[in-house]
């Protein structure tokens, strides 16, 4: 593959992440869900992911929130061992109904320090498109906008800022100073 080049696999990749997240749309507010997955696709891409780390991206949250269309064996099946690796590992919840919020959060910040650099880039790309999404409808609904989440303000704050500590340390660079910038800001509105 020359580079800047996907494949078919990237295609089907496509196809398969909007018809699983077809009919869901963001958290409380009627944006379809593919907006996101796309989001966090492209910040993979601009940070020069490889096709599998796009793929991954695209597909990050099939098992968390669809689990019930689509197992992991299937995505490695389709996509091979590293995608559903690094889909594994961005995945918090397995199970229905998901456990306890702080719970869950409390893992994934244990777990990251474990995680390949290959999950890492699509972990960071997903966190920075939802957190930036969070500041964009805070600053068009203000405090309306925490009504959408399963925690209170002051433990998103804590958990963005766990991730930004770790992502500073274990891949810093440009798009984990981007992400402390954003969490700063979270901070402030909090």
Not at 62 to 70: P, T
Not at 174 to 190: I, N, Q, S, T, Y
């Amino acid at each position: 593959m020359k580079e800047g080049q996907y494949t078919e696999r990237l295609d089907e990749a496509l196809v398969l992440a909007h018809r699983l997240h077809r009919a869901q749309t963001r958290k409380a507010k009627p944006v379809p869900y593919i907006g996101h997955l796309l989001g966090v696709a492209s910040i993979v891409i601009t940070e020069g992911g490889d096709e599998d780390q796009v793929i991954a991206a695209l597909l990050h949250d099939a098992i968390e929130d669809q689990g019930d269309k689509i197992a992991l064996a299937d995505i490695e099946a389709r996509f091979g061992p590293r995608v559903a690796t690094i889909v594994a590992a961005c995945t918090d919840a397995w199970e229905k109904p998901k456990p306890p919020w702080r719970a869950r959060k409390e893992a994934y910040l244990a777990a990251l320090p474990s995680k390949p650099e290959a999950v890492r880039l699509v972990a960071l790309a997903d966190k920075i498109h939802n957190l930036e999404e969070i500041l964009e409808d805070h600053a068009r609904v203000g405090a309306a906008v925490w009504t959408r989440f399963n925690a209170p303000p002051a433990e998103l704050a804590w958990y963005y800022r766990g991730l930004a500590d770790a992502f500073l340390t274990l891949r810093p660079g440009p798009l984990a100073d981007r992400f402390a910038v954003g969490v700063a800001r979270l901070e402030a509105v909090v």
